[in-house]
């Protein structure tokens, strides 16, 4: 049976100390100090090389990155980053996360756009929007299969690392969900999960929005995120929302994880991947829709 293959990858987190001092006349001085009494510790994205041979092995048709490529949003941090996906042979997508744009200017300025933008789009009316001017932006992917990519990023304070479902987007997200073809099955990707399960100052603002939005739309079959650093599947369908999906972090030392998704016409089956001394399948789940 025809089946497509999509890995997904979150919270790389590759770091690089700021050689300018002024660099750290803004959040990005808490960052670096987390960085060096914690994150450099937790998070090595080191243990990502190797990973193309086995996406190949795989016949992988598609990357989907959920965010955070970066620390501190430091221009050689996307670098390296840049680096890793130009390995890959087959095409890659990307939305960012809140580290990001970890500081006010990069926000304003856009710099995560500046490395990371989305292939060419389809030739379709609901793909005229752009994640680097609307933030949302749509993708077919496979047969009746689209992506529905959001970028929920906003600037926080200090210790803050919250998202925001903002009223533009989400009467953006309802117009983009008519235009869609009616027998198309959706997956919806964010950064930041919608359920309120976390600490406050980590939360998706107006998540609760974004869920009652999703349960009017029962093709979106699939909502993929991370920020969490903990991997997670949830059949939430009982509910009347999607499968949710957090791939964790692929970069985290002692518990990096990611998802290879199969897609067919009326099934989808998620094998997990886990960090030991090698990337070695955890297991697999299969689901029909």
Known sequence: MKSFKIVHLSDFHYSHLPRNPLKLLSKRWLGVANLLFSRRKTFQPSQLEGLDRLFDENQIDLVLATGDMSTTSLPI???DAKNFFSNLKMPSFFIPGNHDFYTKKDYRKKTFYRFFEN?????????????????????????????????????????????LFSKNIEKKLDKMLQLLPKDAHIILANHFPFLLNDSPRRHLLRGTQLQDLIQKWPNIRLYLHGHTHRHCIADLRPSKLPIILDSGSCSHKDRGTFNIIELRKDAISIEVYEKKDEWTSKNKIDFKL
């Open 119 to 163: 292939p060419p789009s389809h030739p379709h009316i609901a793909s005229s929007y752009t994640l680097k001017n609307d933030q949302i932006e749509a993708r077919p992917i496979f047969e009746n299969w689209w992506v529905v990519f959001l970028d929920t990023v906003v600037p926080t304070q200090f210790y803050s690392s919250q998202g």
């Open 77 to 79: 941090e996307f670098q």
